[in-house]
T-cell receptor, first 115, second 115 residues
């Protein structure tokens, strides 16, 4: 079975530009979460979507936005890129949002470099 | 608020030696706890998780962890290290609030295995 897939794998942008990252969850998973992992740190929660609705948001500025599509895939958008946005962006999927016992399965990530 | 502290950003062991990676959590309610492993240039892979029930949890690749409420700890162990265990390990806590599936990660422990 295919795991969580993310595209692109690597991306180079310049300050002020906009970027869109994409994620396809494991088949049957309805929840997608996004995390930012800066070099040398643990992942930080950005968003969680379930059934196309935002269910959680981390402490990130409004330049960060996301959406989930009817097929449960998701996009993370970042506007007005800053050097500090350089990071590995991880997408995770899980079966459902209720309960909290569900395992989040992570994709390989998109490595974004902002110059 | 939930938080996770991983003591020791770098741990070095000899092949065949015991692996002990420390994790302490802070939570006002019973937590769900996870250990993930990250190999270079890859996403996160679940090693094991504790939700309820038996406090000694066995995971993949011979790893196990014990939930100790009195010590607010969830240390990861493996009796005999293998070269392939060299990676970064993250402890995470999930607090069930009735919605959302946010993981809060520690800063990670880089495990080095020497011959």
């Amino acid at each position: 079975d295919a795991g969580v897939t993310q595209s692109p794998t690597h991306l180079i942008k310049t300050r002020g530009q906009h970027v869109t990252l994409r994620c396809s969850p494991i088949s049957g998973h309805k929840s997608v979460s996004w995390y930012q992992q800066v070099l040398g740190q643990g992942p930080q929660f950005i968003f969680q979507y379930y059934e196309k609705e935002e269910r959680g948001r981390g402490n990130f500025p409004d330049r960060f936005s996301a959406r989930q599509f009817p097929n449960y895939s998701s996009e993370l958008n970042v506007n007005a890129l800053l050097l500090g946005d350089s990071a590995l962006y991880l997408c995770a999927s899980s079966l459902e949002v209720a309960g909290g016992r569900e395992t989040q399965y992570f994709g390989p990530g998109t490595r974004l470099l902002v110059l | 608020a939930q938080s996770v502290t991983q003591l020791g950003s770098h741990v070095s062991v000899s092949e065949g030696a015991l692996v002990l990676l420390r994790c302490n959590y802070s939570s006002s309610v019973p937590p769900y706890l996870f250990w993930y492993v990250q190999y270079p240039n890859q996403g996160l892979q679940l090693l094991l998780k504790y939700t309820t029930g038996a406090t000694l949890v066995k995971g993949i690749n011979g790893f196990e962890a014990e939930f100790k409420k009195s010590e607010t700890s969830f240390h990861l162990t493996k009796p005999s290290a293998h070269m392939s265990d060299a990676a970064e390990y993250f402890c995470a806590v999930r607090h069930f609030t009735g919605g959302g599936n946010k993981l809060t990660f520690g800063t990670g422990t880089q495990l080095k295995v020497e011959l």
